[in-house]
C-alpha cells in the first residue's frame, strides 16, 4: 500500500468549472507539498504545507493534519491547468523528518476550453 | 540561478548498454535527490546525497545502478546493462540544507530501452 493516495485518477472539466483534488496519507509527516507535472515531465512546486490553508492566484491547499487530508482547488480553471498535479509528503520518522519525498500516483487534470 | 538542469532531455539505448546521466543541482545547494518515475505514476525515491555523502539508497537502486557526487555539487547516475524495465523518466532535485522541505526539480532525463 502507497503511502500516499491521491483521487481521482483522472479529472476532465469545462473551462470556469471548481477542481478540487484529494490526498491522503497514512504516515506522520512534517510537510505536505503539492507539485504540478506538465508533458515532458518539469516538476514545479505548488505549494508546501503542514497546517492550516494556503492561497496562491486561483490555487488553494489545505491539509488536516488530524484526519491525515488535503486537498488542492482551483478556482475558475482554465486550459493552461491542464497537467498532471502530485501530492507529497516529507515522513516524520522517530522525531525527524526524512529529506526524501514519497508521492502519490498524480491527477491527470484536462480542463476543455 | 539557473535552476536545476539534467542532461541529456532524453536517452535511447538498446539493452544490455551502459547510460550515465548528469545532474547539476543549483549552486550551494548541499541536499540532491535521483527519482524515477514510469508511465502513469508518480516518482520513486532512488537516492540521495549530502553534499558528497551519499546517505540513503532505495532498494529500486540494484547492483545496475550507481550514483556519484563526488565533489558535492554535480551528480552522475549511471546504469549498467539496462533492461527495457529500466524505461523511466530519472529527476534530480536539489534542496538548500537539512532545515528546508522543498526540493527544486530538474526537467528529467527520459529513458527509453529498446
Known amino acids: 500500500k502507497n503511502e500516499v493516495e491521491q483521487s481521482p485518477q483522472n479529472l476532465t472539466a469545462q473551462e470556469g468549472e471548481f477542481i478540487t483534488i484529494n490526498c491522503s496519507y497514512s504516515v506522520g509527516i512534517s510537510a505536505l507539498h503539492w507539485l504540478q507535472q506538465h508533458p515532458g515531465g518539469g516538476i514545479v512546486s505548488l505549494f508546501m504545507l503542514s497546517s492550516g490553508k494556503k492561497k496562491h492566484g486561483r490555487l488553494i491547499a489545505t491539509i488536516n493534519i488530524q484526519e491525515k487530508h488535503s486537498s488542492l482547488h482551483i478556482t475558475a480553471s482554465h486550459p493552461r491547468d491542464s497537467a498532471v498535479y502530485i501530492c507529497?509528503?516529507?515522513?516524520?520518522?522517530?522525531?525527524?523528518?526524512?529529506?526524501?519525498?514519497?508521492f502519490g500516483r498524480g491527477t491527470q487534470l484536462t480542463v476543455w476550453p | 540561478d539557473t535552476g536545476v538542469s539534467q542532461d541529456p532531455r532524453h536517452k535511447i539505448t538498446k539493452r544490455g548498454q551502459n547510460v550515465t546521466f548528469r545532474c547539476d543541482p543549483i549552486?550551494?545547494?548541499?541536499?540532491l535527490y535521483w527519482y524515477r518515475q514510469t508511465l502513469g505514476q508518480g516518482p520513486e525515491f532512488l537516492t540521495y546525497f549530502q553534499n558528497e555523502a551519499q546517505l540513503e539508497k532505495s532498494r529500486l537502486l540494484s547492483d545496475r545502478f550507481s550514483a556519484e557526487r563526488p565533489k558535492g555539487s554535480f551528480s552522475t547516475l549511471e546504469i549498467q546493462r539496462t533492461e527495457q524495465g529500466d524505461s523511466a523518466m530519472y529527476l534530480c532535485?536539489?534542496?538548500?540544507?537539512?532545515?528546508?522541505?522543498?526540493?527544486?526539480f530538474g526537467p528529467g532525463t527520459r529513458l527509453t530501452v529498446t
Open positions: 507529497a509528503v516529507n515522513v516524520s520518522h522517530r522525531g525527524s523528518t526524512l529529506g526524501r519525498l514519497y
Open positions: 532535485a536539489s534542496s538548500p540544507n537539512a532545515g528546508t522541505y522543498e526540493q527544486y
Open positions: 549552486s550551494e545547494h548541499n541536499r
